[in-house]
């Protein structure tokens, strides 16, 4: 019989509440943004965002940043590869901020992103998880 902890339930209720402000108010759109690129050819400003910070090919890089917004959030959400997610979408945070503290914009909202991302990479996914350890690892950790 599985026994989940306070912590397990407050780490799933982080993993989903982040998820679903950060897919809901950034990654869809940019993920939809991005197929429309990629598929249809249409132009995304937000590439130009990549471009003016400096990285080698910006449609690659911003496809990249509408994944980590979307489909890596997705995995956090679900508690799969959650460290790995959380790592990928940390850097994407991290090159958010620096965007909007050189705009000289707040960068409030992507450090708090940044911080729970962080958060997740140590701490991981808890036991309420899709890739959390089957029941007997469980009773035998206790």
Known sequence: MRRYSEIDLGLLLLRLGFAA???????????????????HHQAWPFVGVVQRLGFPYPSVFAVLSALSESVAVAFLAAG????????????????????????????????????IAIALVVTGPGRMSVGAPRSSEIDRRG
Do not use: C, Q
Request: aromatic share 16%; hydrophobic share 55%; no cysteine.
């Open 80 to 115: 799969l590869y959650t460290r790995p997610a959380a790592l990928v979408i940390a850097f994407n945070m991290t090159v958010a901020v620096y965007n909007e503290a050189s705009k000289g914009d707040s960068y409030e909202l992507p450090t708090l992103y940044l911080l």
């Open 21 to 39: 402000l950060l897919i809901g108010f950034h990654g869809w759109t940019r993920l939809f943004r991005a197929f429309n690129l990629v598929v």
